[in-house]
């Protein structure tokens, strides 16, 4: 079975400050997609970035950027020039790439703080 | 295009009681999966539903159900509520088609409150 960690509960970061979230997942599968969702405060779960994992390319969307290390199995996340908008919790997530199998399996997320 | 729908958003329900929820998905998405996220265990996947059939189930009870219409829209019940069943509620749509480009996008939630 897939699992993804995050190790990470909180963290914080000063307003314009670069910051980065880590992950780890875990599969025995060779194609899949993994992606960072963000959860503000009003709960509406909205999709970061994604990366396909037979891409050695590392996706990037305006400000956010991912490490993807398919050996290491590492996935982190970095956030440029924090704003006070990215306040949320940030979850990992991980989807087969077989077709018929949807489901995302979620980390437990990190907390993040943006300080002014 | 309108987004991911649930109704109701909250809901207050005595243990033994049952529930049923509602999920419309963006039109022309057919896949609807169901998550459940409390702050012991996160975001738990229960169902997937695909063209009116299920596709996937997580490791969830019989008491929790769900189906799909013809228009995609989909529903889950939980009958016999227990008190660790107060959650969010989250269900996403996507097109279904297993692409990497196909993304699930989520609705607002239905808070589920179990006295």
């Given at each position: 079975a897939q699992t993804v960690t995050q190790s990470q509960p909180e963290m914080s970061v000063q307003e314009a400050e670069t910051v980065t979230l880590s992950c780890t997942y875990d599969t025995s599968e060779s194609d899949y997609y993994l992606f960072w969702y963000k959860q503000p405060p009003s709960r509406q779960m909205i999709?970061?970035?994604?990366?396909?994992?037979?891409?050695?390319?590392?996706?990037?969307?305006?400000?956010?950027?991912?490490?993807?290390?398919?050996?290491?199995?590492?996935?982190?996340?970095?956030?440029?020039?924090?704003?006070?908008?990215?306040?949320?919790?940030?979850?990992?997530?991980?989807?087969?790439?077989?077709?018929?199998?949807?489901?995302?399996?979620?980390g437990k997320g990190t907390r993040l703080h943006i300080l002014p | 295009k309108a987004g991911v729908t649930q109704t109701p958003r909250y809901l207050i329900k005595t243990r033994g009681q049952q529930v049923?929820?509602?999920?419309?998905?963006?039109?022309g998405h057919r896949s609807v999966s169901w998550y459940q996220q409390t702050p012991g265990q996160g975001l738990q996947f229960l169902f997937e539903y695909f063209s009116e059939t299920q596709r996937n189930k997580g490791n969830f009870p019989g008491r929790f159900s769900g189906r799909q219409f013809s228009n995609s829209r989909s529903e889950m019940n939980v009958s016999t509520l227990e008190l660790?069943?107060?959650?969010?509620?989250?269900?996403?749509?996507?097109?279904?088609?297993?692409?990497?480009?196909?993304?699930?996008?989520?609705?607002p939630g239905t808070r589920l409150t179990v006295l």
């Open positions: 999709l970061v970035i994604r990366q396909e994992a037979y891409k050695q390319q590392n996706a990037t969307e305006n400000r956010f950027s991912v490490n993807f290390q398919k050996a290491a199995k590492s996935f982190s996340l970095k956030i440029s020039d924090s704003q006070l908008g990215d306040a949320a919790m940030y979850f990992c997530a991980y989807r087969s790439a077989w077709l018929g199998d949807d489901k995302i399996i979620f | 049923t929820l509602s999920c419309s998905p963006i039109s660790g069943d107060s959650a969010l509620y989250l269900c996403a749509s996507s097109l279904g088609m297993g692409q990497g480009t196909d993304t699930q996008y989520f609705g």
